[in-house]
């Protein structure tokens, strides 16, 4: 699905991503881990070609990034910070988004889903942060794309929501689709993922699963575990 | 690149700046004609109003557009699109929704006074005319402004350096610069010295209509070529464009290498 | 009873030549074919008609006092061999001719017709083309030059005469005069006490009208457009200009009118539209500007060198690029109750007049006399500014050149 090889990229002075190699399989749930800093959005934001590389190459379903912007309809992205143009109302930028990107019929279930049926008239700039991010939701889940990207997906949602997320996920999944998710609740990331990928210092630090990672350090359950992964690196 | 600046458009003639300046214009408009009741007066009156607030309207509008709409570049920026597309049509989408409040809202009252009857109608058209290309420069400098400078301070104090440069200093060196080397052939530099500023530029096409007979009265040949021939307004309106296609070219160029 | 008989004699007189006056028919069919042959024939007083036709004649000397008229235009062809008509006797009256093809040349100024030393003659209806000079009044006097056309060629300065020209001539009437393309439309040279009205005098390439040490003229409604320049008025006194109209005089050193040696003229009621510079004014003093409209013109008024004691009263100054230029900061002329349509202070007291003086001389007027290619400037924030500056604390400018009661309203006559 994914294949990142090689990959460098420099802000400035600093390096973020410093030779990552990464395969991403068709199916299942991976959870891009990793300290502040350690440039997990920085990767993702690569995938979707809106960050630059220095070195490397990646490509997603078997083309090249660099060969245009088309492979993007097979992504559905979630932003970490969801703010929209606040002039519109939800309802038109989901109109504008399917006026971009190609009919769907699902935005009708998933507003019922999240309950953003009264929500359709307000302008954006008046929604909560919550509400923000079910709109950021709905919008990340409309194409029914193979590969999803949820950035930090939980910020700012109710519990109600936070379960109706989950369920979400987890028949995205069903349907065989590859989801790539960071997060910082790292109960939320063992519940629903398959696969991590821990990031440090903008290396692939581990890539397996939580098992896998619990046995490698030695650590009874997975919080323990990635904190382990941090003193010893910072010792 | 049309969807874009459609939905662009759409959300700047929503925005309560674009009828301020609609508004600001409509007034001005009125008070010029309605209260002075002089049509010369209100062309040239407008004429100092459309060289200098034009370009600063322009620039800071487009560079707080720029970074009000950030997330939602981001967000376009996941979707299947051109990096080109996306910019290009935000920024045709500023600087047409700008050129509209401009053209509306000083043509209206116009028309109300009566301007189709009126001889002074080329004079103004030529006015509305330059006060879009300004629109369309200053709106793309500003954007590659913006483009440069992640810092929104930063990029705010440029544009209004940028601004003051083009409006008054630049022509304070160019004084100074003539005056020092006033025992020179000066018509070709200073002609080409109007070149390279957009707001000289407009300046020198409406001066072609409302000053000519001032600017008729300089010896130098290549003086009299421009002015007293069509040449002038042409190698001016090719200028004016140039001074659009080049910054745009720039932010296209620039967008396509900038990490977002 | 002596007297009686003394009117008598005179009536008997006048009668008997009135029967001895007749008429002499000229055509190419006719008896008398030539007009030179008319003129020989002719006894004093006679009249000459001449026919529709084409005379190729030159020389023709009028030396008794005739009157001669054309029949619809005959043409008169001098071939390009020298004068055509020469008039040395008074009461003559040359009418409806068309005359063509006047010989040019460096060493004498051939006319299409001279008048010389003579008085009381008319000459009228004329067309002249392909002329050296029109029309020439030499030391002549009380004559008048009415509803002629003049049309040249003219190319060059140097060998090109003058439309209608007096020298040392004394009141002259000179009316409805149509004159393009010579070298100067109207000259006149020493010559005193003439009346120049309603003539339009365009597109030739010096001055429309120019006048040379003559005094006591006046000149009204006539229309000088797209001269060299306007009109120049030297080393002249006591001249007056009234309602004349001053058009589209372009070009570098182009002007509505000049005045250079200018003493105690009147000019009122004139109007100077779209020239390079409205009025030039050199050594002038004494002359009172009133009533006129400058407008749309490059500089209205520039003052060069000394003028005295000049007053401007009551004109309108509407969108010139630069309303009053000078190259001195010592002013002796006074500005009063003119409208200024730059003028931006306002009126609290409701009087029409504006409560803040205004200075008509900008500091961006000496920068572009100091340094022409500055003009490109013109309009330009930067020189609003310094504009401004000058206007709050005058250094280079006349700090007295100011007109204290600004109209607030154009001034309508």
């Known amino acids: 699905m994914v294949n990142i090889q090689d990959l460098y990229k420099k802000f400035g002075k600093n390096e973020v991503l410093s030779g990552v190699n990464l395969d991403i399989g068709e199916g299942g749930i991976f959870a891009v881990l990793g300290p502040n800093g350690s440039g997990k959005t920085t990767l993702i934001k690569c995938l979707l070609g809106m960050v630059i590389p220095n070195k490397g190459t990646i490509s997603v379903l078997g083309s090249n990034i660099k060969n245009g912007s088309a492979y993007r309809r097979k992504i559905d992205y979630l932003p970490q910070i969801a703010n929209f143009p606040s002039n519109l109302k939800v309802k038109e930028l989901i109109t504008m988004l399917k006026d971009l990107r190609g009919k769907t019929m699902v935005d009708k279930d998933l507003i019922n889903l999240f309950k953003l049926e009264p929500f359709l008239d307000k302008k954006l700039g008046n929604l909560s942060g919550g509400t923000k991010q079910k709109v950021n939701i709905v919008l990340a889940f409309m194409f029914d794309s193979p590969l999803i990207i949820l950035d930090e997906p939980t910020s700012g949602l109710d519990p109600i929501s936070l379960i109706r997320l989950k369920t979400l996920i987890e028949t995205e999944k069903a349907k065989g689709k590859t989801i790539l998710i960071t997060s910082h609740i790292m109960s939320f990331v063992e519940e629903v993922s398959d696969e991590i990928v821990f990031l440090l210092e903008g290396k692939i630090y581990f890539k397996g699963s939580i098992n896998e990672l619990k046995t490698k350090t030695n650590q009874p359950d997975f919080e323990h575990a990635i904190a382990s992964i941090l003193t010893e690196n910072h010792a | ?260 | ?413």
Request: hydrophobic residues 45%.
């Open chain 2, 1 to 260: 690149m049309l969807k874009i600046l459609k939905y662009s458009f759409y959300d700047l003639m929503r925005s309560r700046w674009s009828y301020v300046y609609f508004a600001f214009y409509l007034l001005l408009g009125v008070v010029l004609l309605f209260l002075n009741n002089d049509l010369s007066k209100a062309v040239i009156t407008l004429m100092n109003v459309i060289i200098v607030l034009v370009p600063l309207i322009g620039t800071i509008f487009g560079v707080m557009y720029y970074y009000n709409s950030k997330e939602f570049t981001e967000l376009l920026l996941a979707q299947p699109l051109k990096r080109s597309s996306i910019f290009l049509g935000q920024y045709l989408g500023v600087a047409i929704s700008l050129s509209m409040s401009l053209v509306l809202g000083l043509g209206l009252p116009f028309v109300f006074y009566g301007l189709f009857k009126s001889s002074a109608i080329w004079d103004f058209s030529l006015l509305l005319i330059t006060g879009t290309f300004l629109t369309f420069i200053f709106t793309a400098l500003a954007f590659n402004i913006a483009l440069s400078n992640e810092n929104r301070i930063k990029g705010f104090g440029y544009a209004i350096l940028l601004w003051l440069f083009l409006a008054i200093i630049y022509d304070g060196i160019f004084l100074m610069s003539l005056i020092l080397f006033e025992d020179y052939p000066l018509d070709k530099l200073s002609l080409f010295g109007t070149m390279l500023n957009p707001i000289d530029l407009s300046r020198t096409l409406i001066l072609l209509k409302l000053d000519i007979s001032a600017l008729l009265g300089y010896t130098g040949a290549v003086f009299k070529q421009f002015f007293g021939t069509s040449f002038g307004l042409v190698v001016s309106f090719v200028a004016l464009l140039l001074w659009i296609l080049l910054p745009v070219s720039r932010m296209i160029f620039k967008s396509k290498r900038k990490d977002f």
């Open chain 3, 1 to 413: 009873m002596n007297r009686l008989l003394k009117l008598l004699l005179i009536f008997t007189f006048a009668f008997m030549s009135d029967m001895q006056a007749s008429t002499i028919i000229v055509c190419n069919s006719c008896k008398v074919k030539s007009i030179k042959e008319a003129i020989a024939l002719a006894s004093d007083n006679d009249t000459i008609k001449i026919k529709k036709g084409t005379y190729k004649e030159y020389g023709i000397l009028v030396d008794k006092p005739l009157t001669i008229i054309g029949e619809e235009y005959p043409v008169i062809d001098g071939g390009l061999k020298g004068e055509i008509i020469t008039v040395i006797s008074d009461h003559v009256t040359v009418d409806g001719l068309f005359i063509i093809n006047v010989g040019t040349s460096y060493t004498s100024d051939y006319a299409a017709i001279r008048v010389k030393k003579c008085k009381n003659f008319v000459i009228q209806n004329m067309v002249l083309e392909k002329l050296f000079f029109g029309i020439y009044l030499e030391r002549a006097r009380d004559g008048k030059v009415l509803s002629n056309k003049i049309i040249g060629d003219a190319i060059e300065e140097y060998n090109s005469g003058n439309g209608i020209q007096l020298w040392y001539s004394k009141n002259i009437l000179i009316e409805n005069n149509y004159i393009v393309n010579v070298r100067d439309g109207i000259y006149l040279e020493f010559s005193d006490d003439c009346i120049i009205k309603n003539n339009v005098s365009a597109n030739n390439l010096r001055y429309g009208l120019h006048f040379m040490f003559s005094n006591n003229d006046i000149y009204q409604g006539n229309t000088f457009e797209s001269n060299g320049a306007g009109v120049a008025v030297m080393f002249s006194k006591k001249i007056k200009m009234y309602n004349n109209i001053f058009k589209e005089n372009w070009g570098t050193a182009s002007y509505g009118m000049l005045l250079k040696e200018i003493n105690d003229a009147e000019i009122i009621g004139n109007t100077f539209e779209e020239n390079t510079i409205g009025i030039n004014i050199e050594g002038s003093n004494r002359i009172v500007y009133k009533n006129n409209n400058f407008i749309n013109n490059g500089w209205a008024i520039k003052v060069r060198g000394a003028c005295y004691t000049n007053s401007f009263l009551s004109n309108n100054f509407l969108y010139n690029s630069f309303d009053i230029s000078y190259n001195s900061n010592i002013n002796d002329n006074v500005f009063d109750k003119n409208y200024w349509s730059n003028y931006t202070g306002y009126d609290l007291d409701k009087n029409g007049f504006g409560d803040i003086p205004y200075r008509p001389v900008k500091l961006f007027s000496y920068i572009v006399n100091r340094t022409p290619e500055t003009i490109i400037l013109l309009r330009s924030l930067f020189i609003d500014i310094i504009d401004f500056s000058e206007k709050v604390s005058p250094v280079f400018t006349p700090d007295n050149l100011l007109d204290k009661n600004p109209k607030m309203k154009k001034i309508e006559w």
